[in-house]
Structures are given as C-alpha cells and as structure tokens.
C-alpha cells in the first residue's frame, strides 16, 4: 500500500489518479500508524511552506517521516518541505537534506511555469527515461544545488530539480503533470525497494 499524506496540501488528487492508473493501491492519509506501516510513501505538494510546515507538525507527521525507512517521496513542496529550511515564510523545515529553498530572483516570469529539461540526470528515479524529457514545473521557491541532487534544472538560476539521501527523494517538477515520462518515473519510484 502506497501512502499519501493528507496535510491540506494540493494536487493530492491528480497524484492519486496518477498511482492508480500505474496499477498501485494508494491511501490519501493523516494517520501516522498507516503512514509508519505503508510500502511507500508520497509527500505531494501545492501551497506554502509555512501553513503545510504547521499542518505537518500539528499532526506529529514531521516527527514521522524523518524516521521513515521505505521510499518517500516529495513533490514540488513536498521536496522543499524535506529540507532544512526554506526562505517562504521563513519556514524551518524537516531537515531530511542539508539545503535552503530560496525565492527565485525576479529576473524571468515568476513563478516558473510550464515544461523544462534537465541536466545531470542520474539515479533509479530516472531509469529508462531519455535525458532529453522535459518535465512540468510550477513553482516560485526552488532549491539551491547541492550534493544530494540527481538531477538539476535551469529557469533564472541552475537549481537541484531532484535530489536522493538514502530512501528520501524529491522531484520539484509534478510527474503526476509530467505525461509519459513523469508516469515513468513514478512507476520507477514504485519498484524501489
């Protein structure tokens, strides 16, 4: 059973559809028992640090995942949540990797929208799927480059689009948005052990 955390964060939904059209069984849940207990687990994504980082830790759920031990997974603010600390509201966060999410400079259009490639693709999140595939992002905040991340994107500045720490790994792109390819590495995601 796959896991999703319920913490009024967005886009759960289309995650959901995703992971059933795959094939999986997935739960939409709060519960820390269910999460503790799950095959894999998925921290989807859309909102604010501050409010999401508040739901997390008003129902004890960032004390559990920092103890997780199956594959996890974060989208968009599900990654950014991961990390240490994060630059919208000041928001201190799980800590999982040892990297800040700052605001995008206000150089381009902001927020980032829309598809864009990547460079230095590595790791099993990525297997089988062509380098040159563009994923689909939305989002204002990103995260800085650092030595956990398995995959870099390019809108303003170079910023880690997918990062991996032992069983933790984030996508900033939504693969569930990400048509073949985003349903690719979801699938990749679910053969993880």
Do not use: R
């Not at 989208?75 to 201190?92: A, H, K, R, V, Y």
């Amino acid at each position: 059973m796959i896991a999703i955390i319920d913490y009024q964060a967005g886009n759960t939904t289309s995650v959901v559809n995703a992971i059933k059209s795959l094939g999986a069984a997935c739960i939409v849940t709060d519960d820390p028992k269910v999460i503790k207990t799950a095959n894999k687990v998925i921290l989807p994504g859309v909102g604010s640090a501050g409010p999401a980082m508040e739901s997390l830790k008003t129902k004890g759920l960032d004390q559990v995942i920092k103890l997780l031990e199956t594959p996890f997974l974060g989208i968009c603010l599900g990654l950014q949540l991961m990390c240490e600390f994060s630059e919208e509201d000041n928001t201190p966060c799980l800590g999982i990797f040892d990297s800040k999410v700052k605001k995008f400079p206000p150089k381009e259009k902001v927020p980032h929208m829309g598809w864009n490639s990547h460079t230095m693709v590595k790791g099993e999140l990525f297997k089988d799927i062509d380098h040159a595939e563009d994923f689909y992002f939305v989002h204002s905040y990103y995260v800085e480059q650092n030595k956990s991340e398995i995959a870099t994107g390019d809108y303003i500045v170079d910023f880690a689009s997918a990062i991996n720490k032992n069983n933790f790994y984030g996508v900033q792109f939504h693969p569930e948005k990400s048509a073949n390819p985003g349903m690719k590495l979801l699938q990749n995601f679910l053969k993880l052990q």
